[in-house]
């Protein structure tokens, strides 16, 4: 029994693997990254239109996850209560999200309800309920929400960084946008953005599970056949400022919220990108065990925690961190940070932290690809870097060979991330 169990693991296994193939709509070549799982009953679907996301707010900050709140509000017929009801009798979800750079219509259903789910995705897609009394709804949430945050330390410290750190830049302002910009913002405005990012140009299909590559083909053709052809959008890639700059913000806390940040010059389609993997693991995306968290929490008490990472897009390719501390320890902790930043870059990592970060990220890989969706986004996330699907298994095979003398010459030649940006919030009397 426990030799069967072991080749039904691996047939199963050998059976999940994403491919890309197309389909042609209103002569549109569609990509369509797929992959086919008959473990579960279940089919998952995405349509990511690709330069579609908050950096497309243009003068209407919070407009594009606006829309994606008012397509919650289901459609014109049938309204929120309707629409939502009938999508929970059947168990079946449609819903949809923004990010920075793509927009994301998504459905989840068991195999037997996915033509019905198609069907209200459709329904969706050409009906969207944008009423005046829905856009009032959601105004009123999106200000509520945005009221909040006033009193969200983290999230102004955050806000700062990136209205210093990218100014000038559509990635300069808050993609939920701000009371202001909401509050001006008309239905006739959500409308128009909807009508001119919606597309069959920009759109890549992810979709997985219990389904055949011909009956996703049937299904995307009857889905697709309303949404308009569009034009093709290109992506800005923004740089960081790297004047070093600090903005500091006086409010009545008890804790000092330190947000820091940096250029960080590697490109999303790069092939050193596993290499920025390892090294922002060991300086201090880890958590514990890393060089800031040992520095800063271990050693001095300083803070509970403190974390720092690559953040690595098409749009835009920056290093970043934040942590707490006492008011009155401000200044060390900050001081810390520059330190042990510096010193990363002028003497690089050790062999014992290189095998430590090896082990996790090796060992850690099958979790991240347990499920049905972390796979699918993850194929996406390579077909959308411009790499073949597979890609992240390449990546694993070049940190397991990985040399000391490699990383450590590839951290040295990112001193960029000495010039450091830091936004703070904390009380005056300290």
């Not at 039904?8 to 890309?20: N, R, T």
């Not at 050693?299 to 961190?321: E, N, Q």
């Given at each position: 029994?426990?030799?069967?169990?072991?080749?039904?693991?691996?047939?199963q296994g050998?059976?999940?693997?994403?491919?890309?193939?197309k389909?042609?709509?209103?002569?549109?070549e569609?990509?369509?990254?797929?992959?086919?799982?008959?473990?579960?009953?279940?089919?998952?679907?995405?349509?990511?239109?690709?330069?579609?996301?908050?950096?497309?707010?243009?003068?209407?900050?919070?407009?594009v996850?606006?829309?994606?709140?008012?397509?919650?509000?289901?459609?014109?017929?049938?309204?929120?209560?309707?629409?939502?009801?009938?999508?929970?009798?059947?168990?079946?979800?449609?819903n949809?999200?923004?990010?920075?750079?793509?927009?994301?219509?998504?459905?989840?259903?068991?195999?037997?309800?996915?033509?019905?789910?198609?069907?209200?995705?459709?329904?969706?897609?050409?009906?969207?309920?944008?009423?005046?009394?829905?856009?009032?709804?959601?105004?009123?949430?999106?200000?509520?929400?945005?009221?909040?945050?006033?009193?969200?330390?983290?999230?102004?410290?955050n806000?700062?960084?990136?209205?210093?750190?990218?100014k000038?830049?559509?990635?300069?302002?808050?993609?939920?946008?701000?009371?202001?910009?909401i509050?001006?913002?008309?239905l006739?405005?959500?409308?128009?953005?909807?009508?001119?990012?919606?597309?069959l140009?920009n759109?890549?299909?992810?979709?997985g599970?219990?389904i055949?590559?011909?009956?996703?083909?049937?299904?995307?053709?009857?889905?697709?056949e309303?949404?308009?052809?569009?034009?093709?959008?290109?992506?800005?890639?923004?740089?960081?400022?790297?004047?070093g700059?600090?903005?500091?913000?006086?409010?009545?806390?008890?804790?000092?919220?330190?947000?820091?940040?940096?250029?960080?010059?590697?490109?999303?389609?790069?092939?050193?990108?596993?290499?920025?993997?390892?090294?922002?693991?060991?300086?201090?995306?880890?958590?514990?065990?890393?060089?800031l968290?040992?520095?800063?929490?271990?050693?001095?008490?300083?803070?509970?925690?403190?974390?720092?990472?690559?953040?690595?897009?098409?749009?835009?390719?920056?290093?970043?961190?934040?942590?707490?501390?006492?008011n009155?320890?401000?200044?060390?902790?900050?001081?810390?940070?520059?330190?042990?930043?510096?010193?990363?870059v002028e003497?690089?990592?050790?062999?014992?932290?290189?095998?430590?970060?090896?082990?996790?990220?090796?060992?850690?890989?099958?979790?991240?690809?347990?499920?049905?969706?972390?796979?699918?986004?993850?194929?996406?996330?390579?077909?959308?870097?411009?790499f073949?699907?597979?890609?992240s298994?390449?990546?694993?095979?070049?940190?397991?060979?990985?040399?000391l003398?490699?990383?450590?010459?590839?951290?040295k030649?990112?001193?960029?991330?000495?010039?450091?940006?830091?936004?703070?919030?904390?009380?005056a009397?300290?």
């Amino acid at each position: 029994m426990k030799y069967l169990i072991t080749i039904m693991i691996f047939l199963q296994g050998a059976l999940v693997s994403g491919i890309v193939e197309k389909i042609n709509i209103k002569g549109v070549e569609v990509p369509i990254v797929y992959e086919q799982n008959s473990a579960l009953p279940i089919v998952s679907l995405q349509l990511v239109i690709k330069n579609a996301g908050s950096l497309q707010d243009g003068k209407n900050s919070g407009i594009v996850r606006f829309t994606a709140s008012m397509l919650g509000e289901g459609t014109k017929q049938k309204g929120a209560i309707q629409f939502a009801d009938e999508l929970e009798s059947r168990a079946v979800s449609v819903n949809a999200h923004a990010g920075a750079e793509t927009f994301v219509f998504e459905i989840s259903s068991l195999k037997e309800e996915f033509s019905f789910a198609v069907w209200m995705l459709k329904d969706l897609l050409k009906n969207p309920n944008f009423s005046k009394s829905s856009f009032e709804k959601i105004k009123q949430l999106t200000l509520g929400g945005l009221s909040s945050k006033k009193s969200d330390f983290d999230y102004i410290a955050n806000l700062n960084l990136k209205k210093m750190i990218f100014k000038g830049t559509p990635l300069e302002n808050s993609f939920s946008g701000d009371e202001k910009s909401i509050g001006k913002l008309k239905l006739e405005n959500v409308k128009e953005y909807y009508e001119t990012h919606i597309d069959l140009t920009n759109m890549i299909v992810v979709v997985g599970g219990d389904i055949s590559i011909d009956e996703v083909k049937v299904s995307l053709a009857e889905l697709l056949e309303d949404v308009k052809v569009g034009k093709k959008r290109d992506l800005k890639h923004y740089r960081v400022n790297a004047n070093g700059d600090e903005k500091i913000e006086i409010k009545e806390t008890k804790q000092a919220y330190v947000y820091f940040a940096a250029p960080y010059n590697l490109e999303s389609d790069s092939e050193e990108v596993y290499k920025s993997r390892v090294a922002s693991f060991i300086l201090g995306a880890s958590g514990f065990g890393s060089r800031l968290m040992e520095e800063i929490r271990v050693k001095r008490g300083l803070a509970y925690s403190a974390y720092a990472r690559t953040s690595i897009s098409r749009s835009s390719s920056y290093f970043s961190g934040h942590l707490q501390t006492k008011n009155k320890s401000l200044e060390e902790a900050k001081s810390v940070v520059i330190s042990e930043i510096k010193k990363f870059v002028e003497k690089g990592v050790t062999q014992s932290e290189l095998d430590q970060a090896k082990r996790f990220l090796l060992g850690s890989e099958p979790l991240r690809n347990e499920t049905l969706s972390q796979r699918l986004s993850g194929a996406f996330t390579e077909y959308y870097r411009g790499f073949e699907i597979g890609h992240s298994k390449v990546e694993l095979k070049k940190i397991e060979k990985l040399s000391l003398k490699e990383l450590n010459l590839f951290i040295k030649q990112h001193d960029e991330i000495n010039s450091l940006s830091f936004s703070i919030v904390t009380d005056a009397k300290k």
